[in-house]
């Protein structure tokens, strides 16, 4: 089983019954579940990822309220089920204790977002990152009857709309900075490093835009394309990225070329742009003045 599945069924067979027992007046309002950092929690680890603290864990989340009332008691008793579950045994270290065990619900956010409070202005939102953003909001509520920590969840899934159009805007940007302007040059001065390091940024910016145009936040960056695989709008266009990995020289700057004009058609088709320009810097453009006009 993958390390959402260990989780879920580690906090089903081992700690609800005793949640139960030891807090009769609380426990409806002790959320659980596995969400936050780690590949596990997006559903993308394997077999590589078991080679360091892969273990049983999940979370507890508790108010503020609760915190200062059963926080203590709760601890003790995440640390007192069992060793192993499933032939897997539970790892004890410091990435570990940041990544289960019980949390007040705000500290929690704060320490995954790596901010204090959640945002509230379009400037609070654009300070945090994709890949915070969609740490966030992975993984599985496993209970939650008091429903404090998915309201926040839910409220942060809900990205706003001037926020979402200048992440696109400079994702947009970047995709023909990298791609459609400077690729084509470092392999006409030969400049091979150049060449391996836009395409890097083409790929990422191009992986980025399509998750976007999915209303998907982007997770760290080796999960890029794992994330894009499952995406419904631009799914080909995915593969088109892939074979960016095996491009080079002319072959590449056709895909690259292809590509922009695969996103070019849904930003269209989105209603965001009108331009038939398959050079991106314009649809970036006119979503930035768009943006300037409201």
């Not at 892969?54 to 060793?83: N, Q, T, V």
């Not at 509230?120 to 993984?139: F, H, K, M, V, Y």
């Not at 996103?263 to 088709?269: D, H, S």
């Not at 006119?286 to 006009?293: H, Q, V």
Request: charged share 30%; net charge negative.
């Amino acid at each position: 089983m993958n390390g959402l599945e260990l989780a879920r069924g580690y906090y089903n067979d081992c700690a609800r019954e005793l949640i139960l027992n030891k807090f009769p007046d609380q426990s409806g309002r002790i959320a659980a579940g596995l969400v936050g950092e780690g590949s596990e929690c997006f559903g993308f680890d394997d077999e590589i990822s078991k080679d360091h603290d892969f273990c049983p864990r999940f979370f507890h989340w508790l108010s503020e309220e609760d915190e200062k009332a059963i926080g203590d008691d709760l601890r003790e008793l995440y640390d007192s089920l069992p060793s192993c579950y499933e032939g897997v045994t539970r790892v004890d270290t410091p990435q570990t204790k940041l990544r289960s065990g019980v949390w007040q619900i705000g500290s929690f956010y704060d320490y995954i977002l790596r901010s204090k409070g959640l945002p509230e202005t379009r400037s609070e939102w654009l300070r945090i990152p994709d890949q915070c953003l969609a740490a966030a909001t992975n993984g599985e509520v496993f209970t939650d009857l008091l429903g404090e920590f998915t309201r926040i969840r839910e409220y942060l899934s809900d990205c706003p709309e001037d926020v979402w159009l200048t992440k696109l805007s400079g994702r947009l940007f970047e995709m023909a900075q990298s791609g459609q302007y400077n690729y084509p040059r470092t392999v006409r001065r030969g400049d091979t490093v150049a060449q391996h390091l836009a395409m890097d940024r083409f790929i990422s910016s191009a992986l980025m835009t399509i998750l976007a145009l999915n209303r998907r936040y982007s997770p760290f960056y080796k999960w890029l394309f794992r994330a894009a695989k499952e995406c419904t709008v631009l799914r080909e266009t995915v593969d088109k990225v892939r074979f960016l990995t095996v491009s080079e020289g002319d072959e590449a700057i056709n895909r690259i070329e292809a590509i922009c004009g695969d996103i070019t058609g849904e930003l269209a088709r989105q209603g965001l742009t009108s331009s038939h320009d398959t050079f991106l810097v314009s649809h970036s453009d006119e979503i930035a003045a768009k943006l300037r006009a409201r």
